[in-house]
């Protein structure tokens, strides 16, 4: 069977494994979108480099083939998306997912409800790195992201046992990343 780890849980590992670093244990809000340990998750903060694709040549985007000069890259406090476009980012935290932990992530509201989505695959068990986090707008207008603050929760299943074969036994070729890391085949 398969459970949803709580703050307790999240907490103790955060402390004893480094599973999450930097490491905020209480909700932090005070005129931000808030992030830090929430009672069944963890809310994970956007670092201040992004990636915003640039439809300059009118390219296809073809994840088997991507081209780097698709991206414009900005460090900064916040980060204007372009109307129906998206941006590449980083957590300011660094993972450190257990053997036997699978870890999905789901948008903060305060940016859905701005039709900002922000979309992040399944952090599998043994894995670690920065995530890289994708915003998308989905609106006609240009929409703002803001460095620093909460971007996503991050939820933690514990599965029923170690699987045969993890992340870091497969040799994926995202492990240990760092920075804004862009799609590869």
Same mark, same amino acid.
């Given at each position: !069977?398969?459970?949803?780890?709580?703050?307790?849980?999240? =907490?103790?590992?955060? %402390?004893?494994?480094?599973?999450?670093?930097?490491f905020? !244990? @209480? &909700? @932090?809000? *005070?005129?931000? +979108?808030?992030?830090g340990?929430? *009672?069944?998750?963890?809310?994970?903060?956007?670092? /201040? !480099?992004f990636? +915003? %694709?640039?439809?300059?040549?009118?390219?296809?985007?073809?994840? =088997?083939?991507?081209?780097? /000069?698709? %991206?414009?890259?900005?460090t900064? =406090? !916040?980060?204007?998306?372009?109307?129906n *476009?998206?941006?590449?980012? *980083?957590?300011?935290?660094?993972?450190?997912?257990?053997?036997?932990?699978?870890v999905?992530?789901?948008?903060?509201?305060?940016?859905?409800?701005? #039709? +900002?989505?922000?979309?992040?695959t399944?952090? $599998?068990?043994?894995?670690? #790195?920065?995530?890289?986090?994708? %915003?998308?707008?989905?609106?006609?207008?240009?929409? @703002?992201?803001?460095?620093?603050?909460?971007?996503?929760?991050?939820?933690?299943? &514990? #599965?029923? $046992?170690?699987?045969?074969?993890?992340?870091?036994?497969?040799? #994926? @070729?995202y492990m =240990?990343q760092?920075?804004?890391t862009?799609?590869?085949v």
């Amino acid at each position: !069977e398969m459970s949803v780890l709580s703050d307790r849980w999240i =907490k103790k590992m955060a %402390f004893e494994k480094e599973m999450i670093k930097p490491f905020i !244990e @209480k &909700q @932090k809000a *005070s005129n931000n +979108i808030s992030y830090g340990l929430s *009672s069944f998750g963890y809310d994970a903060r956007v670092s /201040n !480099e992004f990636k +915003i %694709f640039t439809d300059v040549d009118s390219a296809v985007v073809d994840p =088997k083939n991507f081209k780097k /000069n698709s %991206f414009v890259s900005r460090t900064s =406090k !916040e980060c204007i998306i372009p109307p129906n *476009s998206f941006a590449l980012a *980083s957590t300011v935290e660094y993972f450190k997912i257990p053997k036997d932990v699978l870890v999905i992530c789901l948008g903060k509201s305060t940016y859905a409800r701005c #039709g +900002i989505i922000v979309n992040v695959t399944p952090l $599998e068990p043994g894995w670690e #790195g920065h995530v890289t986090l994708e %915003f998308s707008n989905t609106t006609p207008s240009p929409a @703002k992201i803001y460095a620093y603050e909460g971007a996503a929760q991050f939820i933690f299943l &514990q #599965g029923n $046992e170690e699987p045969e074969i993890n992340y870091a036994q497969r040799n #994926g @070729k995202y492990m =240990k990343q760092t920075g804004v890391t862009l799609p590869k085949v």
